[in-house]
Structures are given as C-alpha cells and as structure tokens.
C-alpha cells in the first residue's frame, strides 16, 4: 500500500470515475442554496437532494464530487477527542436512474484495491441483513469470503430520513489491526472499538417510504455513495487520527509554531491545539463561501468556531489575534482543490482579523465577569450558572452560549439553557414589537372574506403602462363591498393590471383606475404572495362599483423614476464588486421613484475613496448608454451566464434575466429601463451598517440627484453671498476667518487671564483662617470650566497651604472646582464631598477627588448660596 497525500488521493478519486463516464462536478457552496432546513452542508449527497426527488433534472445520470462539509452537533467534544471534528471532505459518485448495485460494489472494490492497493486481505463489507442482491455480488462477482461480509440490522445498514426515497446501504471497512481493537474475542465490523473502521458507504436508494410507513420500489433507482476522505487519508498514511493527515498536520504544526508549543506532550495543550486546528479548517471554508460572523444562522456557527478558537489560543498562551494568519496555511494546503480560496485569501484573512480583534476587545472582560458569576454560584453550593448571567454573557461580552457552556463544564458547573432561551426569547420579541411598531402590517387584507377565491391577477405591466380591466374585488373599511363613493379609501383587485405591486425590493406603482362614472386615484399597489394585485388609493370623483369596466393607467413619470433607480442598483451591485470584492452579494434592497436603497454582505465600512470609485463607475456605465435588455430563460442557462441571483430567494424553472450589456447579469422581477443613458445620472448619499456583516448604501438617480445637486448649490451660494465671497473661494474664506476667530480667543483668554491675575491678590487677601487653614472662595463668571480649573491651580499654588473653592455662571452655565492642599486633606478636607453638597444647592451633581473635584448645576442664581455652604462645609472638615 503506497503512502499517498491528501490532494493526491482526493484527484485520484475524481479522475478514476471521470473514467467510468461520470460528470466530475466542483464542490457546491457551504451555504444550500434553496434548502431551508439546513444551515450549512453536511453531506456530500445534500446538494443533489433534489436530483434525487425529481424536482430538478441533473446535468448527468453519473456523477462525481468532492463536497466541503461541516458539522457541529457535537462540538463540544471536538479537541477532547482525535476523532471528532467540523470540517470535512466527502467523495461521492452518484447515478440518477443509471447503473447500480453491481456496478457502485464493483467499481469501489476496484478503486480500493486497484487504485489505492489497498489490501483486500484487510477489507470487508457490511450489508443490510434482507440485501442477498448485495450479498451475491459481494460474494460472488467481488469473491469476498463470506466470513468477510456481515449482514447488519436497519439501524446500521438502511438509510432513510423521514418519507420518500429511501433503501439498504453496504459499508467497507478497514482491519486497522488487533493492536487497535478491544481485545474482546468476539470483536468483528460493527464493535464500537477502533479496529474496524467503516471509509465507504454505498446507499442504493431502491425504495420509496409512504405516510403509512410501508415501502414501495422506485421505478428509477440511484446510487448515492459517501466517503469521507481524511479517514481514506488514515488509511493511506497508516496514521491513528485526522489531524496527524500531511495537510491537516501541517496546519496543526503552525498553530503549535505559534504556540510554542509541542504537540503530544500534555492533554489540555492537545486539545487546544485540535480546537484550533479544526476550527480555523471550517471557518476559512466558511468565509471563503460568503459567510460572515453574525449572531444568527450559519454567521452564528462560524462566530461560534472563530471566538472558541480564538479563546483557546488565548489558553496556549497567544495574546494576539493570529487565526488570520493559521488560515494561510489552510488556503495554501487546500488551494489546487478550490482555487477560489487562494482568489479570496486577503479577504478571508480580513474577516477571520476583524472577528478576532473584536472578540479579542471583550474577551478579558467577559471571562472576569465569567469567574466572578461561577464563583458567586459555587459560594452558595450551586451547580447550575443562571440563564440571565449566560445571557448577558452572550448579550454584552459576544461569549457564545457553547463557550459559556465549555468554561463552566471545566469548573463543574452546567448552564440554565431554558433560562437563557426564555431571555433570548425576550429580547427577540422586544425587537420585533419595536419593528412592528415602526412598520405597519402591509397585508392585513389578505384575511378578507371572499379573497381567497378572486384568481391571481393577470399583470401586463412590463409591456404597456395603461390597460383595459375588470373590477373583481373592492375592499372598505376591511369590509368587502359592491360600490365605493366619492372620499371612500379602498383596495380595488382588478382581473388585469399594468400597476406592479411591490415585491423584491420595489415600491408600488401609483396612478388611476377610471370607470365610466368614477375615478380612483391609486397611491399604492401590493402584491400577495399568490399574486394578487391589491391597488389601494381613494374615490376621488362619482361612484365605483364591482364589475364594472375601468382604464387602468400608471403614473409613467413615477413609473420611470422607480425604474431608474432598480437599473442603478443592479449597475451598484456590479460596481461594488469591482470595487470590493466578489464576496458582496446583495442583502436586500428598496428601490422606489425618489431614491434607491441597498443592502449588501461586507464586513466593514467604506472608505471615502471606495465610495467614490463606485460612484465614478457606475456613473461611467450611465455615460456609455448601455442596451438594458430583458429575457425570460431556464433557471440553469441564466446561471450559465453568470446571472446574479439574491440568496434565499426562490425561483421557478423560468426566470426573468435583466441584462445591461456585457457589465451586470441579474435575475430580476422588476421594471427597468431600456438604456442606462435614462438613469441621467447617480449619486451615492452614504453608506452605514444595519447588522453584523451588513452595509446599507444610499443613492438618488435622474432628477432626484438633480435636485440634490441644486439644493447644494443653493446652500454654496447662501454660504459664498454670507462671506462676501465667491462659492469657489468659500473653503479659503473659511480658513481664514477660522484663524482669525483662533486669534481672537488667543486675545481673550489673555484678557481673562490677566482679569483674573489683577483679581487673584483680593481672593488671597478674602481668604478666611479656619483652624490654621486658609479657605480661599470666588465667582468668576466670564471663565469656562477649563479656565476656571486653571485659576483653581494657579490661586492654590499661590495660597500655599489651604482650600480654593470657585464657581461660574458663564453662559448660563454653573461650573463649580474646589481644591486643596495636601496639608489640608491631611486635616479631613475632602474637596469632592465639598462640592457634591454645593453643586445640589444649584441644581447639580459631581464630585472627585480629596484634593480636587469639579461639578456642573443649572440655576446661575444659586451659585452665591453654593459658594456659601461650600465654605461652611471646609469648616466643619477641618480638624
């Protein structure tokens, strides 16, 4: 058995059955696309799920994949153990109503013992225990003996999950040698030790699983086969553990080189060094697919894995943020099988830097307040550390709830789960009651009666802006009715209709409904989720009624405005790419007549400079006049040109394609226009943050970015006329007139000081003598609070030994300072409890220091009274 690299055997798969006519097919994103009911992928059959059901057709009978994986139910675990990690590598060949049995046995017997020469004296197969058709090949087109194939119960050897498609499997495994097993004379394939251990599993979905629990054949049968290719990696290098696998080791002696540590020589150091060693594996992949840390979804998991890998750094020792630096290595030992790793790696290293250097901000903190709590819980003998202290964890230091949970099972402790979900809960429920607030209900008349029997709207919108129609439904007051007069607000449904009801991201058209005796001024169009068109406005003339024939025409300059801006944003969306990266992909969006809104994946604010160039460019698309074109297409030949696609979104079979030239592919619902040269023109007002991982950019097209430019110029010109300039020398005027008033000031606080100085020998010579001790009090009412702590320091310094207690009243502002000496504080003199008590007489508060403190209050004419008390309480310090 040849010793064979990782990258090595994962090519040699894939070319051995793109030699048995399979279509060799690049690993699909982490992230499912269209599959709810995931997070990330887990397998390497997930992606194909629907080439299983039916629901899409496959681009080959036969095919071959390498499939990035990650798994994390037991995470906890992952470091404790050499067996349990995250991330993994799945091979996989897969047929569609093609070959089957005979052919997978056949063809994974030969690559295992031709290909990888592995012995067949160490190998052995397990079946489900009614499969003799599996049973037969093994035994007499393999010739394995039959004391070297096991027949196994449902539990081992049948895959199913739930109803439909479903049937036995056959598993290899490898005899990894007695010295590994239990020791048991009964141990054999299926013992729980490590002796034998199970690297091929070849599901022959034969069957299908009804409601009723019973079984039916399929009439097309597949094969679906999985093999995890660190543990073929094991075999191949005849090592105990995945993370002693050449690619994997290599990343393990990088973190150990930053560590400076050794691998092997304490238990607790081991398990940080897998912890981290698998981590930084997943959640490079992750960043690498799009994925950016956030506190929910699949941007939870990889903040989960990249804050509990930061953390057990800081165990071996590293104060610093280096994960960005380990994931190099990871790139570097991946990179031939997924090139885009070595494409995206200074953004990988960016996003893995900015969670760490985050993390890193709070972590210190959050683990004193962790000890703090864990040492509260064990002074009363308790076991179990409060929901709410896990939660303000979570909620105030970014400490997963898992972290919280590992560090607390370290010191024997468990975590209140139902007590930290119930806050969870709360919190969730507060923010979405503070949306509903902000955001009133837009389909509340969905739940009318009669509604769900009206047809979906026929919309002609996309051709003509006007159109003949038929009232089928009116809506008053939530109330179906037959007739609406003159002032009555309703919702009209129309059997067809060129007003586009909002969806994707675009606002509504508005525009009128005629009938022959009345009109409807629509202000707003929605569209339900089973496409009906909701045209809400007001009867402003005559009658409507129900049945009745009626014009409907949109408001076309509305109409073009909206439209300028969804061509604009798609024209955005390409040049932040250029400009960015290919990792921003768009979040959402608003796009409406008066400016457009958009959201998208990055992981930091703009710079001005940034900003800029996307502005320009996209500005530059306007100017080339750009053919904008619309083209309805199969789903996969949109994808095959490129087309951009919003994630999550669900698509049919046939998709609209928007393209603007050969610069922006998206696929996309809504109204455009025909030339890029109709945008007139964009600025960009801004860009900001909306959640973790999320920007939001804000511009305005045509004539609202006109009149943004016009306003502006009114302003310039108000400002230029103001200083008696020119608009273009406004900036230099400025300047000057800014170091004039610099100046001036200068002029000021000399005067002051020299006001104060002529001032400072009758403060001196007011003081009184308290006991040998000086108490010197004034009001200077024309200083600030900066000026009067500077007289506070230079009157002290010149009383020598004593108490300086000053106020002013400047700008209707009450400042208070109060000083003293140290021979003073030594006599019980406090100055912060001086003037905690004086400031409350004006209204105020503040406090400080024994030998100086300083405070605010809001009542001028009190500040005599203050001056007073502030005085009489030296006294009654002074021992």
């Given at each position: 058995m040849k010793k064979m690299g990782l990258n090595e055997i994962r090519e040699r798969y894939l070319k051995f059955f793109e030699g048995k006519d399979h279509l060799r097919m690049p690993s699909f994103s982490l992230v499912p696309h269209n599959d709810p009911s995931i997070l990330l992928i887990n397998a390497g059959m997930t992606p194909l799920k629907r080439y299983f059901t039916g629901a899409e057709q496959p681009p080959e009978k036969r095919i071959a994949t390498c499939?990035?994986?990650?798994?994390?139910?037991?995470?906890?675990?992952?470091?404790?153990?050499?067996?349990?990690?995250?991330?993994?590598?799945?091979?996989?060949n897969f047929s569609f109503g093609d070959y089957f049995k005979k052919e997978a046995i056949t063809w994974a017997w030969e690559f295992v013992t031709k290909?990888?020469?592995?012995?067949?004296?160490?190998?052995?197969?397990?079946?489900?225990?009614?499969?003799?058709?599996?049973?037969?090949?093994?035994?007499?087109?393999?010739?394995?003996?039959?004391?070297?194939?096991?027949?196994?119960?449902?539990?081992?050897?049948?895959?199913?999950?739930?109803?439909?498609?479903?049937?036995?499997?056959?598993?290899?495994?490898?005899?990894?040698?007695?010295?590994?097993?239990?020791?048991?004379?009964?141990?054999?394939?299926?013992?729980?030790?490590?002796?034998?251990?199970?690297?091929?599993?070849?599901?022959?979905?034969?069957?299908?699983?009804?409601?009723?629990?019973?079984?039916?054949?399929?009439?097309?049968?597949?094969?679906?086969?999985?093999?995890?290719?660190?543990?073929?990696?094991?075999?191949?290098?005849?090592?105990?553990?995945?993370?002693?696998?050449?690619?994997?080791?290599?990343?393990?002696?990088?973190?150990?080189?930053?560590?400076?540590v050794r691998y092997g020589k304490a238990?607790?150091?081991?398990?940080?060094?897998?912890?981290?060693?698998d981590h930084i594996r997943s959640t490079t992949m992750m960043v690498s697919d799009g994925i950016l840390p956030s506190n929910e979804g699949r941007g939870y998991v990889l903040r989960r894995l990249l804050r509990r890998a930061a953390r057990h750094g800081k165990l071996l020792g590293i104060n610093k943020a280096f994960l960005y630096n380990v994931a190099?290595?990871?790139?570097?030992?991946?990179?031939?099988?997924?090139?885009?790793?070595?494409?995206?790696?200074?953004?990988?290293?960016?996003?893995?830097?900015?969670?760490?250097?985050?993390?890193?901000?709070?972590?210190?903190?959050?683990?004193?307040?962790?000890?703090?709590?864990?040492?509260?819980?064990?002074?009363?003998?308790?076991?179990?550390?409060?929901?709410?202290?896990?939660?303000?964890?979570?909620?105030?230091?970014?400490?997963?709830?898992?972290?919280?949970?590992?560090?607390?099972?370290?010191?024997?402790?468990?975590?209140?789960?139902?007590?930290?979900?119930?806050?969870?809960?709360?919190?969730?429920?507060?923010?979405?009651?503070?949306?509903?607030?902000?955001?009133?209900?837009?389909?509340?008349?969905?739940?009318?009666?009669?509604?769900?029997?009206?047809?979906?709207?026929?919309?002609?919108?996309?051709?003509?802006?006007?159109?003949?129609?038929?009232?089928?439904?009116?809506?008053?007051?939530?109330?179906?009715?037959?007739?609406?007069?003159?002032?009555?607000?309703?919702t009209l449904l129309l059997d067809r209709t060129p007003f586009y009801g909002e969806s994707g991201g675009q606002t509504g058209d508005t525009g009128v409904i005629e009938a022959a005796d009345g009109i409807v001024r629509v202000n707003d169009c929605k569209k339900t989720p089973d496409g009906r068109h909701l045209h809400i406005g007001i009867v402003e003339k005559g009658i409507i009624e129900k049945a009745s024939t009626v014009s409907a025409r949109v408001d076309r300059e509305m109409r073009l405005a909206t439209a300028r801006n969804h061509t604009t944003t798609h024209l955005i969306q390409k040049a932040l790419r250029n400009v960015l990266g290919t990792h921003v992909t768009q979040a959402g969006s608003l796009v409406g007549p008066d400016r457009l809104r958009f959201d998208f994946n990055h992981f930091s604010a703009m710079t001005r400079e940034e900003l800029k160039s996307v502005e320009q460019e996209v500005n530059a698309k306007i100017l080339e006049s750009i053919p904008v074109s619309v083209r309805e297409m199969n789903i996969d030949e949109a994808r095959k040109e490129g087309a951009m696609a919003l994630?999550?979104?669900?698509?049919?079979?046939?998709?609209?394609?928007?393209?603007?030239?050969?610069?922006?592919?998206?696929?996309?619902?809504?109204?455009?226009?025909?030339?890029?040269?109709?945008?007139?023109?964009?600025?960009?007002?801004?860009?900001?943050?909306?959640?973790?991982?999320?920007?939001?950019?804000?511009?305005?097209?045509?004539?609202?970015?006109?009149?943004?430019?016009?306003?502006?110029?009114?302003?310039?010109?108000?400002?230029?006329?103001?200083?008696?300039?020119?608009?273009?020398?406004?900036?230099?005027?400025?300047?000057?007139?800014?170091?004039?008033?610099?100046?001036?000031?200068?002029?000021?606080?000399?005067?002051?000081?020299?006001?104060?100085?002529?001032?400072?020998?009758?403060?001196?010579?007011?003081?009184?003598?308290?006991?040998?001790?000086?108490?010197?009090?004034?009001?200077?009412?024309?200083?600030?609070?900066?000026?009067?702590?500077?007289?506070g320091d230079m009157l002290k310094n010149k009383l020598g030994s004593g108490v300086v207690i000053l106020a002013s009243g400047l700008g209707e502002k009450v400042s208070f300072v109060v000083m003293a000496t140290k021979d003073a504080v030594d006599r019980g003199v406090h100055a912060g409890n001086i003037i905690r008590e004086a400031a409350k007489v004006a209204g105020g508060g503040g406090g400080g220091r024994p030998d100086m403190a300083q405070a605010g209050g809001k009542d001028v004419s009190k500040i005599d009274d203050a001056l007073k008390l502030a005085v009489r309480i030296a006294g009654e310090q002074i021992k």
């Open positions: 499939q990035k994986c990650i798994r994390t139910p037991d995470i906890e675990n992952v470091g404790k153990t050499a067996r349990h990690g995250t991330f993994f590598e799945m091979l996989g290909d990888m020469e592995i012995p067949a004296d160490r190998l052995f197969a397990s079946i489900y225990e009614e499969d003799d058709e599996a049973y037969d090949i093994w035994k007499n087109d393999i010739g394995l003996s039959a004391d070297r194939i096991v027949r196994l119960g449902k539990k081992d050897n049948f895959w199913e999950h739930g109803t439909g498609p479903c049937g036995p499997c056959s598993e290899i495994y490898f005899d990894r040698g007695a010295d590994k097993g239990c020791g048991h004379p009964d141990c054999a394939v299926g013992c729980d030790c490590d002796r034998y251990m199970e690297f091929w599993n070849l599901v022959f979905t034969q069957f299908s699983k009804g409601e009723d629990g019973t079984y039916s054949k399929l009439q097309k049968k597949n094969i679906d086969t999985g093999m995890g290719l660190e543990r073929l990696a094991c075999i191949m290098q005849d090592v105990n553990s995945l993370f002693e696998v050449d690619t994997i080791r290599n990343i393990l002696n990088n973190v150990c080189s930053n560590a400076g238990y607790q150091t081991d398990v940080s060094i897998r912890v981290i060693t190099l290595v990871v790139i570097d030992e991946s990179k031939s099988a997924y090139p885009e790793l070595a494409e995206k790696a200074d953004y990988i290293r960016k996003v893995i830097k900015i969670e760490e250097e985050r993390f890193d901000a709070t972590i210190d903190q959050g683990l004193n307040i962790l000890n703090e709590f864990m040492a509260s819980v064990k002074a009363d003998n308790g076991k179990v550390l409060p929901g709410t202290m896990a939660f303000k964890l979570h909620d105030t230091y970014g400490f997963p709830l898992d972290l919280t949970r590992e560090i607390a099972g370290e010191n024997s402790l468990e975590i209140d789960e139902e007590g930290f979900t119930a806050e969870m809960a709360e919190q969730k429920k507060k923010a979405r009651e503070a949306l509903k607030s902000r955001e009133p209900s837009a389909w509340g008349q969905e739940s009318v009666a009669g509604l769900d029997k009206v047809n979906k709207t026929e919309f002609t919108g996309y051709n003509e802006l006007s159109t003949e129609a038929s009232i089928v439904f009116i809506i008053k007051e939530g109330e179906p009715v037959d007739n609406a007069l003159e002032g009555d607000e309703v994630f999550g979104e669900k698509y049919g079979n046939t998709v609209r394609v928007v393209k603007a030239g050969d610069y922006s592919v998206e696929l996309c619902g809504g109204t455009h226009l025909t030339s890029t040269s109709q945008a007139g023109l964009v600025k960009i007002l801004g860009e900001s943050g909306v959640a973790a991982g999320v920007r939001r950019l804000e511009a305005l097209t045509g004539e609202g970015a006109i009149r943004y430019f016009n306003e502006r110029e009114d302003i310039l010109n108000e400002i230029a006329s103001a200083l008696k300039s020119f608009p273009q020398d406004s900036v230099k005027k400025i300047g000057a007139l800014n170091a004039e008033l610099k100046n001036a000031g200068k002029e000021i606080e000399k005067l002051r000081s020299k006001l104060v100085s002529g001032s400072s020998e009758d403060v001196l010579s007011g003081a009184v003598d308290v006991k040998g001790i000086k108490v010197a009090a004034a009001r200077f009412d024309q200083l600030d609070v900066d000026a009067l702590r500077n007289t």
